[in-house]
């Protein structure tokens, strides 16, 4: 059997006390409008590896769930912001990728749906709005986002609400500076701040306290993190420590595969720590493989967004995914939230990619996952179950980390 059908049967014997519990521990706290988890499972692991608070897949979510997404997006913003009007949303700069801009128009729509003025903008001053083109072959229409004494202006409109999709790999300081104009995520959760670290930190605690209470064992849903830092990739002393932290942290893994029973050989990713784009990623078995990198990959492992150099790495235990294509070809569930409610998923699939590999990068394609289902009923859904809880623990991980970190979500209630 395998474990996610453990912790699916689990959590159908003890809804109610698992609806208790989270409830609880979201008291008093700030959650995202929106976020994306890209989720692993081994079999005998279930876990996030990824969690983005500008997701970029809301054009690739199940139809079902794009249809009932704008009631959700309805009941946050009226819950946490009142009756707030007039909305922006604010993407990134600099990016032809046709298919982000498909998911800008599809977030446009969800939240025109649900009965706001919305409008796509850029933090920068332009002459003239600009006419994107999406992959479906539609155009967005984009505009500046002017900061007036510290509100927010948007095509001569004041703006209620700003919706970021911008990472905020840049942090955009002067442009910024003295805005009033609540943002959501705030500006301060994003890369040119955030680190993935503290995310797995709070989230491989919060499980602890999840699997005691369904009875489980607690590493089946924790994903083991370390840091490492200076990080320079030219140095040949910081990449033998480096070689030598790897060595040293998948003896551990292996030492827990043991008591697990879990026969695979660990392995692990090296990322970036205020990393996005899946840039700076790179996969590895032992220390010597990293004393071994030619200068084409210590190029890449040294490049971030926005031209920012890597100084700080997160060691990430490598979850194999046993979902694989009749192409042979590997797939990984992905899980959409709003707040603290599950909204949309799908599987990406990638036939040239293996299952211990990245499978976010170019040439993924999009396949039905609709957490929709769970509405018609629970017991007959264990893979969205279980991914579902998976990505609502990861949202309430995000909630902890912005508490931790003292970052506010100003106009939030």
Same mark, same amino acid.
């Given at each position: 059997?395998?474990?996610?059908?453990?912790?699916?049967?689990?959590?159908?014997?003890?809804?109610?006390?698992?609806?208790?519990?989270?409830?609880?521990?979201?008291?008093?706290?700030?959650?995202?409008?929106?976020? %994306?988890?890209?989720?692993?499972?081994?079999?005998?692991?279930?876990?996030?590896?990824?969690?983005?608070?500008?997701?970029?897949?809301?054009?690739?979510? !199940?139809?079902?769930?794009?249809?009932?997404?704008?009631?959700?997006?309805?009941?946050?913003?009226?819950? =946490?912001?009142?009756?707030?009007?007039?909305? $922006?949303?604010? !993407?990134?700069?600099?990016?032809?990728?046709?298919?982000?801009?498909?998911?800008?128009?599809?977030?446009?729509?969800?939240?025109?749906?649900?009965?706001?003025?919305?409008?796509?903008?850029?933090?920068?001053?332009?002459?003239?709005?600009?006419?994107?083109?999406?992959? %479906?072959?539609?155009?967005?229409?984009?505009?500046?986002?002017?900061?007036?004494?510290?509100?927010?202006?948007?095509?001569?409109?004041?703006?209620?609400?700003?919706? !970021?999709?911008?990472?905020?790999?840049? *942090?955009?300081?002067?442009?910024? +500076?003295?805005?009033?104009?609540?943002?959501?995520?705030?500006?301060?959760?994003?890369?040119?701040?955030?680190?993935?670290?503290?995310?797995?930190?709070?989230?491989?605690?919060?499980?602890?306290?999840? $699997?005691?209470?369904?009875?489980?064992? #607690?590493?089946?849903?924790?994903? $083991?993190?370390?840091?490492?830092? #200076?990080?320079?990739?030219?140095?040949?002393?910081?990449?033998?420590?480096?070689?030598?932290?790897? *060595?040293? &942290?998948?003896?551990?893994?292996?030492?827990?595969?043991?008591?697990?029973?879990?026969?695979?050989?660990?392995?692990?990713?090296?990322?970036?720590?205020?990393?996005?784009?899946?840039?700076?990623?790179?996969?590895?078995?032992?220390?010597?493989?990293?004393?071994?990198?030619?200068?084409?990959?210590?190029?890449?492992?040294?490049?971030?967004?926005?031209?920012?150099?890597?100084?700080?790495?997160?060691?990430?235990?490598?979850?194999?995914?046993?979902? =694989?294509?009749?192409?042979?070809?590997?797939?990984?569930? !992905?899980?959409?939230?709003?707040?603290?409610?599950?909204?949309?998923? &799908?599987?990406?699939? =990638?036939?040239?990619?293996? #299952? *211990? +590999?990245?499978?976010?990068?170019?040439?993924?394609?999009?396949?039905?996952?609709?957490?929709?289902?769970?509405?018609?009923?629970?017991?007959n859904c264990p893979m969205e179950n279980v991914y579902g809880w998976v990505s609502r623990l990861g949202v309430l991980a995000i909630a902890?980390?912005?508490?931790?970190?003292?970052?506010?979500?100003?106009?939030?209630?």
């Amino acid at each position: 059997m395998y474990i996610q059908d453990e912790i699916h049967n689990k959590i159908v014997e003890n809804c109610s006390r698992v609806t208790e519990w989270y409830h609880e521990r979201a008291k008093g706290l700030e959650f995202p409008v929106y976020a %994306s988890f890209d989720v692993r499972d081994s079999g005998e692991k279930v876990v996030p590896v990824d969690a983005n608070l500008f997701p970029a897949g809301f054009n690739n979510i !199940c139809p079902t769930d794009k249809e009932a997404a704008h009631e959700i997006v309805r009941r946050y913003v009226s819950n =946490h912001y009142g009756e707030v009007k007039s909305l $922006a949303l604010l !993407c990134e700069e600099h990016t032809g990728n046709v298919f982000y801009w498909e998911n800008i128009r599809t977030l446009l729509k969800i939240f025109e749906a649900a009965g706001y003025s919305i409008s796509a903008c850029l933090p920068r001053e332009m002459n003239q709005p600009v006419t994107v083109a999406t992959s %479906s072959g539609a155009n967005v229409v984009v505009h500046s986002a002017i900061n007036r004494d510290g509100q927010m202006w948007v095509d001569n409109q004041k703006i209620d609400l700003v919706i !970021c999709n911008n990472d905020f790999s840049v *942090d955009y300081e002067q442009w910024y +500076e003295g805005i009033r104009t609540p943002f959501n995520p705030p500006r301060e959760l994003g890369w040119y701040r955030r680190k993935k670290y503290s995310f797995f930190q709070q989230y491989n605690v919060l499980v602890t306290d999840f $699997a005691k209470l369904i009875d489980i064992n #607690p590493n089946c849903l924790q994903v $083991a993190t370390d840091v490492f830092s #200076p990080f320079d990739a030219n140095d040949v002393d910081s990449r033998d420590q480096l070689a030598k932290k790897v *060595d040293e &942290f998948l003896d551990r893994i292996r030492e827990q595969y043991k008591i697990q029973g879990i026969k695979s050989e660990p392995f692990c990713f090296l990322k970036n720590n205020s990393g996005t784009y899946g840039l700076a990623v790179m996969q590895a078995r032992s220390g010597a493989e990293i004393q071994d990198w030619n200068n084409k990959v210590r190029k890449k492992m040294r490049a971030a967004k926005g031209g920012r150099e890597v100084t700080e790495l997160i060691i990430q235990e490598g979850i194999p995914t046993r979902y =694989h294509e009749p192409d042979g070809g590997a797939a990984e569930p !992905c899980i959409y939230t709003v707040g603290d409610d599950l909204v949309g998923g &799908f599987l990406r699939s =990638h036939s040239e990619k293996g #299952p *211990d +590999e990245s499978l976010n990068s170019p040439g993924a394609v999009y396949k039905r996952l609709c957490v929709s289902d769970l509405q018609i009923k629970i017991a007959n859904c264990p893979m969205e179950n279980v991914y579902g809880w998976v990505s609502r623990l990861g949202v309430l991980a995000i909630a902890l980390e912005a508490q931790a970190g003292d970052i506010k979500f100003y106009g939030y209630r």
